[in-house]
């Protein structure tokens, strides 16, 4: 089937490198984030989150990063492999539990 | 368990018909959200119900558009007068409850109106 995020920005890493996807959000007030992953033909995927009393937290291989400073949010992913090739997206919530999603990038994961 | 899931999977309807799309939330699941997503394009919030009500409708495009959820568990998302511009795919998301905000996303039911 089609794929989601053809016009998207992409990222292409090699496999075993890490990566680093950029997200900026406008909402001052927003005081909890998250990042997904969508993979082709598939529902978009819970990674990690983290709340605006934060500024880093960390998981399985991933780690995010929060600026609130310039309104700024990161998602690295340590020694990326083939699996994590998809599209990523950061979604922000002002505190309504209405989650905004970003426009997304594209991870490519080179062999 | 059982995730969230959509029916149908694939809807291919001619404009000005009117569609239903279905939602069953995982069991439990309090908050059910609708999302819409086009190609190229992150998921455009619609509306989330907590309960049985809408807690937030202000991501619904328009009047043609409208979303139940009638004993607090499955939902569905109705468009009247379909427009080739409603062509997308429609995500339901459930969540636990008011401690987590992860929300868990069915695969999505892929609106083609012709």
């Known amino acids: 089937g089609e794929s989601v995020g053809l016009h998207l920005p992409t990222l292409s890493v090699q496999e075993g490198d890490n990566s680093i996807i950029n997200c900026a959000y406008s909402?001052?007030?927003?005081?909890?984030f998250i990042w997904y992953k969508q993979e082709s033909g598939k529902g978009p995927q819970f990674i990690i989150d983290?709340?605006?009393?934060?500024d880093k937290r960390q998981g399985q291989r991933v780690t995010v990063l929060l600026n609130k400073t310039v309104k700024h949010l990161s998602l690295q992913i340590a020694a990326t492999q083939p699996g994590d090739s998809a599209v990523y997206f950061c979604?922000?919530?002002?505190?309504?539990?209405?989650?905004?999603f970003g426009t997304g990038t594209r991870l490519k994961v080179l062999a | 368990g059982a995730g969230v899931s959509q029916t149908p999977s694939n809807k291919v309807t001619e404009k000005g018909k009117y569609v239903e799309l279905r939602c069953d939330p995982i069991?439990?699941?309090?908050?059910l959200y609708w999302y819409r997503q086009s190609l190229g394009q992150g998921p455009e919030f619609l509306i989330y119900?907590?309960?049985?009500?809408?807690?937030?409708d202000s991501g619904l495009p328009n009047d043609r558009f409208f979303a139940v959820r009638p004993e607090g568990s499955v939902s569905t998302l109705k468009i009247q007068r379909t427009e080739r511009g409603d062509s997308a795919v429609y995500l339901c998301?459930?969540?636990?409850?008011?401690?987590?905000?992860?929300?868990?996303f069915g695969e999505g039911s892929r609106l083609t109106v012709l």
């Open positions: 979604a922000e919530n002002s505190g309504t539990y209405k989650y905004i």
């Open positions: 998301a459930s969540r636990p409850g008011q401690n987590t905000g992860e929300l868990f």
């Open positions: 909402n001052s007030a927003s005081d909890y």
């Open positions: 983290i709340r605006s009393n934060m």
């Open positions: 119900f907590q309960g049985t009500g809408a807690a937030d």
């Open positions: 069991s439990g699941h309090t908050a």
